[in-house]
């Protein structure tokens, strides 16, 4: 083997051992939670605490589902939310990504650097100004102000990411498309989105998963528990003189798996989305 492999193989394996030691050190609170989870309040206060459960403990998840938090009801809430802001934000960014490819000049610069900044606005300091402005219209504790709220998050992210893939498209075989007859929404629909199919199937994930975990609007425009999503909920075992860990982090869990659930079936396809939209345009 000649010394350039070899420093080459070092290399290689010096990268690997690098990549596992960074995702053990991201890992490893997620691993915490789940084991705190399955652990019985004796055991979780144990010194030194055990790296695994001794006794299987299913009890958290029984008594958040079944006690006065309201888990249930908000993990229903929690995907009728998500699913609305995903649905909705890819009905209005996938047109509005195509005309902003299209468009040339300031106008685009002009809305794609508006975009960016509404994008860098902190959640808190635009939810007590929604907050008014729903109440004025009578759309507090709805889901609606949820939903809407949520949007004004992903909609931006989605359009400045869908832009590219939209921009890269040829626009020799959407004209083709249209001398066979389509009009311009069958063309984006039969022929433009099956072409870009990883950055829209990334877009739907950041779209749920941002809504997913999304707490500020929903603790700020939602007072009643029965449309307040997990976040929320998670946040009442939060007790005033005392915190049950065990349930707090069933409760983390639960939010916790559809994400992980979802990256781990999608993760080619986010990661095909990303570099995309990094790539192209």
């Given amino acids: 083997m000649s010394l350039v ?3 080459f193989r070092r290399t290689q394996v010096l990268k ?3 990549g596992w030691l960074i995702a053990i050190v991201y890992l490893f609170p997620v691993y915490w ?3 705190t989870a399955l652990k019985t309040g004796q055991e979780m206060f144990q010194n030194p605490p055990t790296m695994y459960p001794h006794n299987l403990y299913l009890g958290s998840f029984q008594s ?3 006690g006065q938090y309201g888990i249930g009801t908000a993990f229903v809430n929690s995907l009728i939310i998500s699913v609305s802001v995903l649905a909705l934000t890819l009905l209005i960014a996938v047109p509005v990504s195509y005309a902003v490819a299209r468009m040339r000049g300031v106008i685009t610069t002009s809305m794609m650097v508006m975009l960016t900044v509404v994008q860098l606005l902190p959640a808190i300091a635009i939810s007590i100004p929604m907050f008014v402005m729903f ?7 709805t889901f609606y102000s949820i939903v809407l709220a949520d949007i004004s998050v992903t909609l931006p992210f989605a359009v400045i990411l869908l832009r590219p893939y939209f921009k890269q498209f040829p626009y020799e075989v959407e004209e083709a498309a249209k001398l066979d007859g389509l009009s311009t929404i069958q063309t984006i629909v039969r022929i433009i989105i099956p072409t870009i199919r990883p950055g829209i199937i990334m877009i739907s994930s950041f779209a749920f998963l941002m809504a997913w975990g999304e707490f500020t609007f929903a603790l ?3 007072t ?5 999503p997990l976040t929320v909920a998670l946040n009442r075992i939060i007790g005033q003189y005392g915190t049950n860990w065990n349930d707090l982090m069933a409760v983390a869990t639960i939010i916790a798996l559809p994400v992980l659930i979802l990256f781990i079936l999608l993760q080619r396809y986010i990661v095909a ?7 192209k345009g």
């Fill in 224 to 228: 009643k528990q029965e449309i307040q």
């Fill in 33 to 35: 939670m789940i084991n």
């Fill in 16 to 18: 690997s051992v690098c």
């Fill in 135 to 141: 109440r004025q219209v009578g759309l507090n504790n």
């Fill in 220 to 222: 700020t425009l939602s």
């Fill in 5 to 7: 492999n070899k420093k």
């Fill in 64 to 66: 958040v589902f079944s």
């Fill in 273 to 279: 989305g990303l570099a995309g939209g990094a790539t």
